[in-house]
């Protein structure tokens, strides 16, 4: 249950999808003169070291953010870009910035984080990167129910989870339809694998029911090694900031260009 180090997948093509849309939401959020809450179920460590040996061992950075960074998959004032640099300018050029650092770095000090890590080691290692957040260890599908409607209202939570819990499939729709219900003005982004044997439709199918006017965005990419089942990144959105759509159209062509 509590096995799951990002670490070993820290700048995959997966976190490219995940991240470039999470940091063009966060400046989208932040373009208004009006405080935003950033609410995160499970953070992680927040800074990876892609020259660790654990990151090195899968090659999933040098397939995922080298290669996105090498081809210019990204403008360099964009903001997934702009906040990898920051990161790397701070913590050294192999540095990479999880989800709660891109929020670090890209929101002001107007805005309120919450971020939850079970994970004890990540925990400790997500306090000492991550100052002026409420990190809290503890289930975060529970805080995030505690908090919600949080103040201010207006912000995004993001779900992210290991999905080594086999149950997280069923029970992820049904903790997004009451946090939808408490807090109806917030954006939801829901992260999810797309593997081989595709465990995720049995998820997807409810939400895209209950929510028909999220947004459902998909890509796919080669195994990153032999044997290994993801072959792909989702991401559903509840509450999509207008122009997310054609911001993702943009990333389904790079994706596109892979072999």
């Known amino acids: 249950m509590l096995s799951y180090q990002h670490i070993y997948h820290a700048g995959n093509l997966a ?35 892609l020259s660790d040996p654990a990151a090195i061992k899968t090659g999933e950075a040098a397939a995922g953010i080298a290669k996105a960074l090498n081809q210019n998959w990204f403008a360099p004032d ?12 701070i913590h050294g050029a ?5 989800s709660p650092m ?29 100052s002026g957040a409420q990190i809290y260890q503890q289930d975060g599908f529970a805080m ?23 149950p997280d499939y ?9 946090v939808a219900k408490k807090w109806n003005v917030g954006t939801i982004l829901l992260w999810y694998p797309i593997l081989i ?6 998820m997807i199918a409810p939400l895209a029911r209950k929510f028909p006017d999220a947004l459902d965005h998909r ?24 122009g997310l759509g054609d911001e993702l159209d943009r990333l389904t062509a790079k994706f596109a260009q892979l072999s």
Not at 144 to 165: C, H, K, L, N
Not at 170 to 178: C, D, E, G, L
Not at 228 to 238: E, I, K, N, P
């Open 102 to 130: 891109l929020a670090k770095l890209l929101l002001r000090p107007s805005d309120t984080v919450h971020l939850a890590e079970l994970h004890p080691q990540e925990k400790q290692a997500l306090d000492l990167a991550i």
């Open 94 to 98: 192999t540095a990479y910035p999880g």
């Open 219 to 242: 890509v796919t990419f080669p195994p990153a090694r032999d044997g290994h089942r993801m072959v792909g990144s989702g991401l559903f959105c509840v509450n999509p900031p207008f």
């Open 15 to 49: 976190d490219v999808h995940k991240h470039g849309a999470l940091a063009w939401i966060l400046e989208y959020l932040t373009r208004k003169d009006k405080p935003v809450s950033y609410i995160e179920t499970h953070a992680g460590r927040a800074l990876y070291d």
């Open 78 to 89: 964009h903001p997934y870009v702009r906040a990898l640099t920051k990161t790397r300018a």
């Open 197 to 202: 044997d595709g465990p995720h439709d049995s």
């Open 170 to 178: 069923a029970t992820i729709p049904q903790f997004i339809a009451k």
């Open 144 to 166: 995030a129910q505690s908090i919600t409607p949080p103040t201010p209202r207006r912000g995004i939570m993001v779900i992210d989870p290991s999905y080594e819990i086999k």
